[in-house]
Every structure is written in C-alpha cells, then in structure tokens.
C-alpha cells in the first residue's frame, strides 16, 4: 500500500525523472545501510544532499547525528517545505547540491566530517559531478568520505574518472533485501594525492 510519501515521490519522478534520483522513499534496510558507517562522536556537521522525504534524515538523526549539526540539501521546494515541517531542529536548505561550497559557507557548516548523498548523480554531466564532489571534500578533514547510492551496477561517478580528480571509491554496503538491490559507494581521497 502506498503513503503519501511514496504518492509525493512518484508525482515528481513523472514530472523530472532527472532531477528526483527515485520514485520510492528509501527503505529501511537502505537507510540502516547508508548511514552506519557515520560516526556520530565525530566533531564538525554531517551533510545529506538530496533530502527528499525524510528518510536518511531521520536515520541519521535515530543513530545519534545532532539534529543541530545535520544540514540537509534539497532543490525541490515541495520536498523541502516537507524537511522543514518534520525536522524543524535541522538546518534544510533548498538549494543545489553544484552550489554546496556557497551553502556550507552562507550557514557557517564546517568543518564537515561526512557527507551522504542519494543525488541521481549517475545522471549527472562530469564537470557538476567533479564540482559537487570537489566541494564537499574541501569542507571535510583528511579523513572524509563521500557516501553515494545507487541501484545500479558500478560506482556512479566512474573510477577512471575519480583517479583522475584525486578520489577513490570502494564499497561500503550492499543491500540485497531491497528491490532494486542498492549498493553504498565511499569514496575519498587518494591517499597519495599530489597538490
């Protein structure tokens, strides 16, 4: 049976495919998946691109995240009247994820020690995925890390393409009890990094 978030999802999916990465909220087994691997003793802002309805949001705020050290990314205006409405406590900014470095910046969010996305950046031209990734890893320390779904086979943003930019991936989760089955990517710097 369906909810009115699922019934919300579907109706924007329809009318920007693009721009809403799924038509369902994420399940519990994802969202469990996705934000286990956050350290919730870590110091600094924990940072959600692609808020949707809540789901993430409420899990990282379940596994112990400060709701007043969670900023949460969310471009649809919709879903972000919704962010607002259910986690008053957390800083939901409707805006673009390409724009992170000016959003961290304008609500004083840094340092960030994690950041969690669940963007259709697959879909995603290079040079935005290069600027979101770029963005949100000169916010965190040495020791950030990026954490991307997909439901796809594969890292979203390719690994040739992320050794080029100075970044690694590697699989953090995978969620087979999940239709489709989604897998969790991390990825970070390149140890070696030159510059």
Partial sequence: ?????SRLLVKLWLKTPLRIAT??????DVCAAMVEPVDPEAPGWMVELGGGTGPVTRALIDHGIPPERLLVVENNAELHRLLQERFPQVTAVNGDAGSLDA???AHGAT??????????????PAALQRRILDSAF???GPGGRFLQITYMPGSPVPKRRLRQWGYQAEVARFIARNFPPATIWCYQRQENRAG
Wanted: proline share 10%; glycine share 4%.
């Fill in 103 to 105: 959003i961290l910046s």
């Fill in 138 to 140: 000169a916010a965190m």
């Fill in 23 to 28: 038509a369902a909220p994420s399940g519990q």
């Fill in 111 to 124: 340092p960030v020690h994690t950041v969690i996305s669940t963007l259709p950046i697959l879909t995603m």
């Fill in 1 to 5: 049976m369906w909810n009115a978030d």
